[in-house]
């Protein structure tokens, strides 16, 4: 599910802080939220993204 670099340092910091996984995902969730909205909307709304390269033909 998680890459090995992101995997590896979720579970480095949550051994450094002595905490379980579980409360560091729940912790970094609200900075998630931002970087998997422009990609919902990427995905939902594609003539949105592909409004420019369409133009240049």
């Known amino acids: ?10 579970y480095l910091i949550a ?3 002595k905490i ?3 409360q560091l995902l729940v912790a970094l969730l ?8 422009p ?3 990427i995905m939902l709304v594609s ?4 409004w420019l390269p369409n133009m240049l033909r």
Not at 47 to 50: E, Y
């Open 1 to 10: 599910m998680i890459g090995p670099p992101m995997g590896l340092l979720l």
């Open 15 to 17: 051994s450094i802080a």
């Open 20 to 22: 379980s996984l579980r």
């Open 30 to 37: 609200p900075f998630y939220i931002p970087l998997f909205s």
């Open 39 to 41: 990609l919902a909307i």
């Open 47 to 50: 003539d949105l993204v592909l």
